[in-house]
Every structure is written in structure tokens, then in C-alpha cells.
């Protein structure tokens, strides 16, 4: 039987956010013992055994003390497969552990099944067109779950804290605080409820024979601040600007989703002026509603992409939207 251990860190007040949680359940659902390792400013037990690596070095997102506490935790744990969310801070530091522990890491893992006893992984490869399944015998082996591939474990959190000494040593990277846009710029939101994504359509002439940036820009920023939903962009859009054409000053290569793009898991997604297959095939692969608005009844979203298409204006509706959200 194998020893599961759940690794994570936590939030400042010691809980855990969704990704956790979903990895928590992930974790739980694998036949054998199940133990925990939390590290962080502090923690809170959510298992029988839960060790625990907290204060204040173990608090800010730090290579050298994210894979002391680790390390820590996997020797104390004796585990033999270690789930852990898929995050900035997780990504940096677990292929390290495994390293250290000779063992195996696999990132961006989209599902963990155990059929028979085996557990296999399964992953997307070549620009997320390929989705494999895959099975290790070595151990240590380190998962680490992408956030929005399972539902979050709501179950009661309780069990006995073991704290595990670890000396971070001499620091010599510190936080010096956090640079942000005001929340009314901000465009890349990854917990909202809706994804919206804007295709080149947006930049392209209209009917006057005209293109209409400027209220381009107010309609899908109006949309955006009366709805706090996430912005996307197709990548004829944002590559635009190195043809020498208009873009949407607000669009950088970070909104884009598609081939090359990030793949978001929002639970609903809006889709206006796009056209291309990239950014519905791969790109909402796992929005859960997908809708769009698109003038060409026969453009990609047309063939069985989108659960519904609205074959009108995107000028025309985004304007009627704001409006009906602004009463």
C-alpha cells in the first residue's frame, strides 16, 4: 500500500485555498494511508497526521525555505507518492524535492486515476492537442494537480497537528511587498465566474467601412467592470500590433488563450468576434458554458464548439449588455 501525502502551502490565517482543497481531494481518493504536510505562516490540521512547517520565514514564496520545508515534511512522512497542487509557488520548488529525494516529479496533471490499484496520471502534450495517460514505478513520485480539473474536497478538516523543525538557514532573498494595477485595470482575473474573450473581429472594419477602437475598448472595459470577469484574447489579436495594425491597448500576450496560450478553466465563457479553431478547441478546453457572438454562422464556434451562438453584431450586443447592467 502507499503512503499519500498531501503537500501544500497555506494561506496566511493557516487555510487552504480551492486548488488545495481540489488536490486534498485528489489525494484522498488514492488507496493507501493518507497524511499531510502543510508550510506556511501558519496552519491548520487536515488529516490524522498532519506535519506542519510554519512561521514567519515559511510564510512569503521562497525557493530556498519552500524546499527546506518540503524536504522536511516528505522525510518525516516516509510517504511514497506526494499530490500536491499545481501553483506558482508548488511548480517552483517540488521538481527540486524530487531531486533531493530521488525520485520523480509530474507537473501540470490534469487527472490521477487508480483503477486496480495502479495509479496513472493523465497530461496534455504538444501544445495541449495530445492527452496522455501515464504510470511510474518510481518512488518518491510528486503529482502536482492543475487547479480546476476536480471538485474541491467539503469535507471536515480536523485531525492532530506534528510541527517539524527546520532551520531556513540564511535568507537571503526577501519580499519587499507586492506591485499590483488598481483593481479597476486589472483584466486577468483567474477565480471570476466568466471568462469573456475578445477576437480580432473587435479591431477589424465595421459596417460604416470603418474600425472602432475607441469604442471597442469602452464596450469590453465596460463589460468588464460591471461584471468583474476575466479577459481573454485570441492570438491573431494580440499579435496584430507586430503587423502593424490597431490593437486594444489592454491586450498583452498574458490574456491570450489557445495554442500557445493559457488554457483557463472559468465555469462560464463569452466569446465575441473570434473565429478561428485554436482558442475554442484548446484554449476552453475546460470552461464548463461556452457561448459566443459572431456574425459568420459558419465560423469555428458554429460547428459544435459553443453550447449556444448568437449570430449578430458584437458592437451591437455588448452595447445592449452594458446597458441592461448598468440599470
Given at each position: 500500500?502507499?503512503?499519500?501525502?498531501?503537500?501544500?502551502?497555506?494561506?496566511p490565517?493557516?487555510?487552504?485555498?480551492?486548488?488545495?482543497?481540489?488536490?486534498?481531494?485528489?489525494?484522498?481518493?488514492?488507496?493507501?494511508?493518507?497524511?499531510?504536510?502543510?508550510?506556511?505562516?501558519?496552519?491548520?490540521?487536515?488529516?490524522?497526521?498532519?506535519?506542519?512547517?510554519?512561521?514567519?520565514?515559511?510564510?512569503?514564496?521562497r525557493?530556498?525555505?519552500?524546499?527546506?520545508?518540503?524536504?522536511?515534511?516528505?522525510?518525516?512522512?516516509?510517504?511514497?507518492?506526494?499530490?500536491?497542487?499545481?501553483?506558482?509557488?508548488?511548480?517552483?520548488?517540488?521538481?527540486?524535492?524530487?531531486?533531493?529525494?530521488?525520485?520523480?516529479?509530474?507537473?501540470?496533471?490534469?487527472?490521477?486515476?487508480?483503477?486496480?490499484?495502479?495509479?496513472?496520471?493523465?497530461?496534455?502534450?504538444?501544445?495541449?492537442?495530445?492527452?496522455?495517460?501515464?504510470?511510474?514505478?518510481?518512488?518518491?513520485?510528486?503529482?502536482?494537480?492543475?487547479?480546476?480539473?476536480?471538485?474541491?474536497?467539503?469535507?471536515?478538516?480536523?485531525?492532530?497537528?506534528?510541527?517539524?523543525?527546520?532551520?531556513?538557514?540564511?535568507?537571503?532573498?526577501?519580499?519587499?511587498?507586492?506591485?499590483?494595477?488598481?483593481?479597476?485595470?486589472?483584466?486577468i482575473?483567474?477565480?471570476?465566474?466568466?471568462?469573456?474573450?475578445?477576437?480580432?473581429?473587435?479591431?477589424?472594419?465595421?459596417?460604416?467601412?470603418?474600425?472602432?477602437?475607441?469604442?471597442?475598448?469602452?464596450?469590453?472595459?465596460?463589460?468588464?467592470?460591471?461584471?468583474?470577469?476575466?479577459?481573454?484574447?485570441?492570438?491573431?489579436?494580440?499579435?496584430?500590433?507586430?503587423?502593424?495594425?490597431?490593437?486594444?491597448?489592454?491586450?498583452?500576450?498574458?490574456?491570450?488563450?489557445?495554442?500557445?496560450?493559457a488554457?483557463?478553466?472559468?465555469?462560464?465563457?463569452?466569446?465575441t468576434?473570434?473565429?478561428?479553431e485554436?482558442?475554442?478547441?484548446?484554449?476552453?478546453?475546460?470552461?464548463?458554458?461556452r457561448?459566443?457572438?459572431?456574425?459568420?454562422?459558419?465560423?469555428?464556434?458554429?460547428r459544435?464548439?459553443?453550447?449556444?451562438?448568437?449570430?449578430?453584431?458584437?458592437?451591437?450586443?455588448?452595447?445592449?449588455v452594458?446597458?441592461?447592467?448598468?440599470k
Amino acid at each position: 500500500m502507499e503512503t499519500v501525502l498531501f503537500l501544500a502551502h497555506t494561506e496566511p490565517d493557516g487555510s487552504l485555498a480551492r486548488p488545495a482543497l481540489e488536490a486534498l481531494a485528489a489525494a484522498k481518493a488514492i488507496p493507501g494511508t493518507l497524511v499531510a504536510g502543510l508550510f506556511g505562516a501558519a496552519a491548520k490540521p487536515v488529516a490524522a497526521k498532519t506535519f506542519a512547517v510554519c512561521g514567519p520565514e515559511f510564510a512569503e514564496s521562497r525557493y530556498s525555505t519552500d524546499i527546506a520545508a518540503a524536504e522536511a515534511i516528505a522525510k518525516a512522512s516516509g510517504a511514497s507518492v506526494i499530490v500536491a497542487p499545481h501553483t506558482s509557488r508548488t511548480a517552483r520548488a517540488l521538481p527540486g524535492l524530487a531531486h533531493r529525494l530521488n525520485g520523480r516529479a509530474d507537473t501540470h496533471v490534469t487527472g490521477i486515476k487508480t483503477d486496480g490499484g495502479v495509479i496513472a496520471i493523465s497530461r496534455w502534450y504538444y501544445r495541449q492537442r495530445m492527452d496522455a495517460e501515464l504510470e511510474r514505478s518510481e518512488r518518491p513520485w510528486i503529482i502536482l494537480l492543475e487547479a480546476g480539473c476536480g471538485e474541491p474536497f467539503a469535507g471536515e478538516l480536523a485531525g492532530a497537528l506534528e510541527p517539524v523543525s527546520v532551520d531556513p538557514g540564511a535568507l537571503r532573498t526577501k519580499a519587499g511587498g507586492f506591485q499590483a494595477p488598481k483593481s479597476d485595470q486589472q483584466t486577468i482575473r483567474p477565480d471570476a465566474e466568466l471568462l469573456f474573450v475578445a477576437g480580432a473581429g473587435w479591431t477589424k472594419n465595421q459596417k460604416d467601412g470603418q474600425p472602432h477602437l475607441e469604442d471597442a475598448g469602452r464596450l469590453i472595459l465596460g463589460f468588464l467592470h460591471q461584471t468583474q470577469a476575466s479577459l481573454g484574447s485570441s492570438k491573431s489579436l494580440v499579435d496584430l500590433s507586430g503587423e502593424g495594425q490597431q490593437v486594444l491597448p489592454f491586450l498583452t500576450h498574458l490574456n491570450q488563450v489557445g495554442q500557445t496560450g493559457a488554457t483557463p478553466r472559468h465555469p462560464k465563457g463569452l466569446s465575441t468576434c473570434c473565429h478561428g479553431e485554436e482558442p475554442h478547441v484548446v484554449g476552453w478546453r475546460f470552461i464548463r458554458e461556452r457561448r459566443a457572438v459572431n456574425l459568420d454562422p459558419n465560423c469555428g464556434w458554429a460547428r459544435g464548439k459553443a453550447d449556444v451562438v448568437y449570430v449578430a453584431d458584437a458592437f451591437e450586443v455588448m452595447a445592449k449588455v452594458n446597458a441592461l447592467l448598468g440599470k
